[in-house]
């Protein structure tokens, strides 16, 4: 262990987590720099990480401008086009999410939003880092792994489900801002998603990966055949860097049977799987997935002995629960005497 780089990284950290808005300042300038030299030369420990991380956290605890805080975050993903190899990048990356996981149940309600947006920043940043790179498949293979490691999994991997559920909700939006995929590769990082939930998974992830990362695809997909048939223009609250990444919606479909028919998945996931499936396979035909709801059939009005009857039914109803609120009260009142 070199002892002046661990006092250095000491001494950040105490400044990062400062009372005093300059020497947070002050220390973050002085980080990047200190980053850009100690990459090139010594490189870091995963120590080395953990004590960083932990200051850039406490950084962001003690900003409370709104606008200063979005500015914070995006500083902390800029520092991934610092590091002078991938492996250090995704060691970043992981020492943040670790770091932002362990202290995640001391976060009150005031300052969870800075950072979960924190969380979206630095894979935004990540993302577009991987594109910069032209989606080298070593990078992306390992990049990949990352994720599987810490983020997309529903194996205890150190970080809070809660941060894995906001996680799917900012994939894909994430994926799109980069761009520049082919859809090969899209589905390359759909692929861990079905990995998740062909094994084990909480409920509530499995819920969250159905609706914010495969509901999304399919969403997009229909959203934009209604523009088609409008002849309007493509409009989104988010411009990416890069061109916008598309679906193979076969593929995709071909995923979701596979784990179906693997034998690793139950009963309850295949029920919840096979719609989607089938959702899929319009897309992949270039038709609406949700073309087969049903919706209320205009032309044959409710008949009036129905409605009469239904409020009938509501005025029984209401007069019961005036009743029962009544001899509720009753039985009140008798047990209070009975105590005095």
């Known amino acids: 262990m070199d002892v002046d780089m661990e006092v250095s990284e000491i001494r950040f950290s105490e400044n990062l987590g400062s009372c005093s808005p300059k020497l947070r300042r002050r220390a973050l300038i002085r980080l990047r720099e200190y980053i850009r030299n100690q990459s090139k030369v010594k490189g870091f420990t995963p120590e080395s990480f953990d004590r960083l991380c932990r200051g850039l956290h406490y950084a962001l605890w003690m900003q409370d401008k709104m606008l200063l805080q979005e500015e914070m975050c995006d500083e902390f993903g800029s520092l991934v086009n610092l590091f002078n190899t991938h492996q250090e990048v995704i060691n970043y990356m992981r020492a943040m999410i670790l770091t932002l996981s362990k202290h995640w149940l001391n976060i009150d309600k005031w300052r969870m939003d800075k950072f979960l947006l924190m969380m979206r920043r630095i894979f935004r940043a990540f993302f577009v880092y991987l594109r910069n790179k032209k989606w080298q498949k070593d990078l992306v293979e390992s990049s990949i792994l990352f994720m599987r490691q810490t983020v997309i999994t529903g194996e205890d991997s150190g970080v809070n489900e809660t941060l894995k559920m906001h996680f799917t909700t900012i994939y894909i939006e994430e994926l799109d801002y980069a761009g520049d995929l082919s859809t090969c590769q899209v589905v390359e990082f759909i692929e861990p998603y079905v990995d998740v939930i062909k094994r084990t998974c909480s409920d509530t992830l499995?819920?969250?990966?159905?609706?914010?990362?495969?509901?999304?695809?399919?969403?997009?997909?229909?959203?934009?055949?209604?523009?088609?048939?409008?002849?309007?223009?493509?409009?989104?609250?988010?411009?990416g860097v890069g061109k916008p990444i598309e679906f193979d919606y076969n593929a995709i479909c071909e995923l979701l049977k596979a784990s179906v028919e693997s034998g690793e998945m139950n009963s309850k996931k295949k029920k919840k799987l096979k719609p989607l499936i089938s959702q899929f396979e319009l897309a992949a035909k270039g038709e609406s997935p949700f073309k087969d709801i049903i919706e209320p059939d205009r032309k044959d009005p409710l008949d009036n002995d129905m409605i009469s009857r239904a409020v009938d039914q509501l005025h029984s109803l209401e007069s019961k629960i005036k009743k029962d609120k009544k001899k509720f009260r009753k039985v009140k009142k008798q047990i209070q005497k009975q105590k005095a």
């Open 206 to 239: 499995l819920k969250s990966i159905y609706t914010e990362v495969f509901m999304t695809i399919l969403e997009g997909f229909a959203a934009e055949l209604e523009r088609e048939k409008g002849n309007k223009k493509v409009s989104g609250d988010l411009k």
